[in-house]
C-alpha cells in the first residue's frame, strides 16, 4: 500500500513549524509543502536552508511542493505584466523546491481568473507558453513538473483542455496530479484516473460534501474510496497518498483525523 503523506497547508494560517512535529507525531514522514505567503517566505534563501535542517532534524522528507496559486499568480493573464510576474513567482518557489531537496513540483494549468472562457484558445496557449517556461526551470534544477487537475470551472479543469495542455509539454520530466476532491466535484474522478494513469507521478486527497472544494479527511465526504484505491491500484501507481486536507482549531488534532482518515480509506488503520 502507499505511503501516506500531508500537505503542511493544513495549518497554513501559522508558521510552517507548528505542523512540523504532529506530522511526525502521527507517524507520517512525507511532506508536501505549502507556499501559502503565512507559511513560508520563497525568497529567503536562508529561512528555506534554515528550514530544510529543522525538517530534517525531525525525520521529515520533502517530497513535493504546491507552486504558489491565487488571483494574483496567474500564467495565463491577459496583463503581460502579471503574467511575467507570475512566472517568475513560480520559478522562485521550484527554486524553493530545490533548497528543501524535493522532487515533485505541484502546479495548476492557469490562475483562478474565471474570465478565461472568454478567451479559450489564447489563455490555453499561454498556459502551455508559461509552463514550458517553468518546466525548463525545473529541469534545471532536478525537478518533476507535476500538471495537477485543477477545480472543473477554472482553465484545465475539464478532461479534454487539461489533456491539450500536457500534450504541449515535454514529456520527459513532467508528470500528472490528480486532486480527488477537483475531479470528483467535475464528475470524472475515475474517468481522470483511467485516462491519465500512465502519466500519474502524483495524487492530492481530500475530501467533499459533494458542492465545494472542502478539503475533508477522505472517508468523511462523497467520495467513493474503495472504486478510488482499487483504480490507483490498478494504474500501478508508486507514489504518496498525499492529503491536501484543511481545519481550524487544534493542529494535531487536525493532523491525527486526517491520517486516520487516510488509514481507513487505505485498510491499515489499526
Given at each position: 500500500?502507499?505511503?501516506?503523506?500531508i500537505?503542511?497547508?493544513?495549518?497554513y494560517?501559522?508558521?510552517?513549524?507548528?505542523?512540523?512535529?504532529?506530522?511526525?507525531?502521527?507517524g507520517?514522514?512525507?511532506?508536501?509543502?505549502?507556499?501559502a505567503?503565512?507559511?513560508?517566505?520563497?525568497?529567503d534563501?536562508?529561512?528555506?536552508?534554515?528550514l530544510?535542517?529543522r525538517?530534517?532534524?525531525?525525520?521529515?522528507?520533502?517530497?513535493?511542493?504546491?507552486?504558489p496559486?491565487?488571483?494574483?499568480?496567474?500564467?495565463?493573464?491577459?496583463?503581460?505584466?502579471?503574467?511575467?510576474?507570475?512566472?517568475?513567482?513560480?520559478?522562485q518557489?521550484?527554486?524553493?523546491?530545490?533548497?528543501?531537496?524535493?522532487?515533485?513540483?505541484v502546479?495548476?494549468?492557469?490562475?483562478?481568473?474565471?474570465?478565461?472562457?472568454?478567451?479559450?484558445?489564447?489563455?490555453?496557449?499561454?498556459?502551455?507558453?508559461?509552463?514550458?517556461?517553468?518546466?525548463?526551470?525545473?529541469?534545471?534544477?532536478?525537478?518533476?513538473?507535476?500538471?495537477?487537475?485543477?477545480?472543473p470551472?477554472?482553465l484545465?479543469?475539464?478532461?479534454?483542455?487539461?489533456?491539450?495542455?500536457?500534450?504541449?509539454?515535454?514529456?520527459?520530466?513532467?508528470?500528472?496530479?490528480i486532486?480527488?476532491?477537483h475531479?470528483?466535484?467535475?464528475?470524472?474522478?475515475?474517468?481522470?484516473?483511467?485516462?491519465?494513469?500512465?502519466r500519474?507521478v502524483?495524487?492530492?486527497?481530500?475530501?467533499?460534501?459533494?458542492?465545494?472544494?472542502?478539503?475533508?479527511?477522505?472517508?468523511t465526504?462523497?467520495?467513493d474510496?474503495?472504486?478510488?484505491?482499487s483504480?490507483?491500484?490498478?494504474?500501478?501507481?508508486?507514489?504518496?497518498?498525499?492529503l491536501?486536507?484543511s481545519?481550524?482549531?487544534d493542529?494535531?488534532?487536525?493532523?491525527q483525523?486526517?491520517?486516520?482518515?487516510?488509514?481507513?480509506?487505505?485498510?491499515?488503520?489499526?
Open positions: 500500500m502507499w505511503p501516506i503523506g500537505s503542511t497547508g493544513i495549518a494560517r501559522h508558521a510552517i513549524d507548528v505542523v512540523l512535529e504532529p506530522i511526525r507525531a502521527a507520517v514522514d512525507r511532506i508536501e509543502i505549502s507556499t505567503p503565512q507559511h513560508i517566505d520563497l525568497g534563501e536562508g529561512a528555506l536552508r534554515r530544510g535542517v525538517i530534517r532534524e525531525r525525520s521529515l522528507v520533502v517530497h513535493s511542493l504546491h507552486a496559486f491565487g488571483h494574483d499568480v496567474n500564467l495565463t493573464s491577459p496583463d503581460p505584466h502579471l503574467r511575467e510576474s507570475s512566472i517568475g513567482r513560480l520559478v518557489a521550484a527554486e524553493a523546491l530545490a533548497i528543501l531537496g524535493g522532487s515533485l513540483y502546479i495548476h494549468p492557469g490562475g483562478e481568473d474565471q474570465r478565461w472562457v472568454w478567451e479559450r484558445e489564447s489563455r490555453l496557449a499561454m498556459s502551455v507558453e508559461g509552463l514550458r517556461r517553468i518546466h525548463a526551470a525545473c529541469v534545471a534544477r532536478g525537478l518533476t513538473l507535476v500538471l495537477e487537475t485543477p477545480l470551472h477554472l484545465g479543469g475539464q478532461l479534454d483542455d487539461f489533456a491539450w495542455i500536457l500534450a504541449r509539454i515535454p514529456e520527459e520530466h513532467t508528470g500528472v496530479c486532486d480527488t476532491s475531479c470528483s466535484l467535475g464528475g470524472f474522478l475515475f474517468d481522470a484516473l483511467s485516462r491519465f494513469k500512465d500519474l502524483h495524487v492530492q486527497v481530500s475530501d467533499n460534501q459533494g458542492s465545494t472544494d472542502d478539503h475533508l479527511p477522505p472517508g465526504g462523497v467520495i474510496w474503495p472504486r478510488f484505491c483504480g490507483l491500484a490498478a494504474s500501478g501507481y508508486a507514489g504518496t497518498f498525499m491536501e486536507v481545519g481550524n482549531g493542529v494535531a488534532a487536525h493532523v483525523r486526517a491520517v486516520l482518515g487516510a488509514r481507513r480509506v487505505l485498510g491499515t488503520a489499526v
